[in-house]
């Protein structure tokens, strides 16, 4: 490994991925630890140049505090302490330190070199492939996604043609986004991608299914039926590909912090298939997600991509699914999408698409009545996505996107603007 390492070590603070943050924005590599290291899994780290105990509003947990492992104190590391009152540290500060103070102890004490950068994360991550891999192969499920895009790319130029690439087109993905997937990775990038359109099975399965929950586990289900079918066909797989992100990790749940969400990937597959987990960006957040697919050459499209829920437009066509307003949610996404880049509202609005109901309303068109749906759009600006507040999108944006999907998507004859932040309302509709 190239990069210095400086060793946070969580004893129940809140403000583990903040330190972490600060610390990697002065260009030194840093990860979170559980309070209870061992020495020899603390020696077994590369390139650690200092140890920060974090201590925090979580460091009693039922009535007993965490301590750290008192040895680490004698490993001859740097060490401070922050908010942890038991702390046999010299130096012990009661709040996060700011950041000169933070630079003088990475820089003067820890004698840190400021290496961390994607080019030798690249590097470092291709050696470590390519060692963990040797000869055999990996495959991954690419979604098109940020994540499974740059495990993707990362992937290939460390093992090539050892990757074996399936990407499900379940039929419910954004205008042209399967075909960008086949262009950049197949075409471009030359990776041994394994296209499946199965969109007449997505669709038969979610026929007449109206329940938001039914609809989510058919997809998920169905979403592994196919892969696990493609790993059947394939020869002598033993690795699987995961984008797993360091927040999947950290939010899984520390040792001190309780579980925040459960981190799931291409989870479920079944016993009989067993491989064991490549997963090169675990380390990472997703800024750094990004940058690392800049550094690899992927499309600036594709890395600054927007979230986009893994059950994709099936859950924006609202209740039971139907081919003509699935168009239509289609359709009006990709206008709202456009329009919003040429106002330069993409790179401000953290996420933004259209739904459409399962109800129609009365309207004129060409001089008749009309029965039809409406378009709702959503914009929305979040930092984690547990809470959300609406963009207030330009009364002039708003009515030239309505103009558009008006004129020129069918069977939609009304556009409402969704004005909801979360909560009550959640930034999906189902
Ligand atoms: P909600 O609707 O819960 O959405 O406020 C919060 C964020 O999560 C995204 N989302 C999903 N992402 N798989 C995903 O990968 C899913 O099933 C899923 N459902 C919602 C949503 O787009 C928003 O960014």
Redesign the pocket.
Known sequence: MKQDMIVILDLGSTNNTVLAREIRDLGVYSEIHPHDITVEELNALDNVKGIILNGGENRVVDGQAVEVNPAVYDCGYPIISVDYPGSKCEKQYTELPDTDTLKSFVFDECKAEANWNMKNFVEDQTELIKRQVGDRKVLLALSG?VDSSVVAALLLKAIGQQLVCVHVNHGLMRKNESESVVEVFKNQLHANLIYVDATERFLGKLENVADPEEK?KII?GEFIRVFEEEARKLDGIDFLGQGTIYPDIIESGTKTAKMVKSHHNVGGLPEDLQFELVEPLKQLFKDEVRACGIELGLPPHMVYRQ?????GLG?RCLGAITRDRLEAVRESDAILREEFEKAGLDKKV??Y?TVVPDFKSVGMKNHERCFEYMVILRAIN?VD??T?TIEKVDWEVLEKITGRILAEVENVNRVCYDMSP?PP?????E
Do not use: D, S, Y
């Open positions: 996604g989510r998920g979230p986009f829920p893994g059950p859950v953290w996420q698409f979040t996505a547990m959300a979360k309302a959640t930034i999906e509709f």
